[in-house]
């Protein structure tokens, strides 16, 4: 029982008391020349009942304290399992979030390392590519220097061919000079040789 339900219980008694006493005066007064003992009786009965009606106002206030007291921790129970659900909720909420935000997170990293696969896979095309295109470009510059050089070989050989052609026609036609001229000298001096042997016989 609460300090507030003593002290309402002793102003209780403190005013029955006071209710008790005054109406015993005004009962003597009343008496007059009736039995002394029919007024004692008929003063513990007023005394009773209202000890009876104190304790029953006694005991009233005692179970309203306590229906009060219940449904307070009633409410209390109430505010508190309210407060769990709302923890509860706010954590499964929490805990939901950071599954979805981990989702993400780890979607987003798969993303990254397909993007950067699909980006390393583009520069090894890419430099295939121009690999292949310089390699092209290689083979067209070496095959047409070959070309260059084939041709420049065969001009040289027509050159050469030329030269030696002129070569062996000049050397024939100095051969043929000289040949010619030898004959000539042969002639030449066999006629001399003739006019002397002439010239001798007619001497």
Do not use: C, P
């Not at 009876?52 to 109430?78: P, S, W």
């Not at 121009?130 to 070309?147: G, I, Q």
């Amino acid at each position: 029982m609460s300090i507030r339900s003593k002290h309402s219980g002793r102003a209780a008694d403190a005013l029955s008391v006071t209710s008790s006493v005054a109406a015993k005066t005004e009962l003597y007064s009343e008496l007059g020349e009736e039995d002394e003992w029919t007024a004692i009786q008929k003063f513990n009965t007023l005394l009773h009942y209202e000890e009876q009606k104190q304790a029953m106002l006694r005991e009233q206030e005692r179970r309203r304290l306590i229906r009060n007291e219940l449904d307070k921790q009633l409410q209390d129970r109430k505010a508190r399992e309210e407060a769990e659900k709302d923890e509860r909720r706010m954590y499964e909420s929490l805990q939901q979030e950071h599954i979805k935000l981990l989702g993400q997170r780890e979607q987003e990293k798969l993303t990254a390392q397909r993007e950067k696969i699909m980006q390393e896979k583009e520069s090894r095309d890419r430099q295939l590519r121009e690999e292949k295109t310089r390699k092209r470009h290689e083979d067209k510059e070496a095959f047409r220097a070959e070309v260059d050089l084939v041709n420049r070989l065969k001009e040289e050989m027509e050159m050469e061919r030329s030269l030696q052609a002129e070569k062996r026609r000049q050397e024939k036609e100095y051969l043929q000079k000289m040949l010619r001229e030898n004959e000539a000298n042969k002639q030449q001096a066999n006629a001399e040789r003739q006019a002397e042997i002439r010239a001798d016989v007619d001497a």
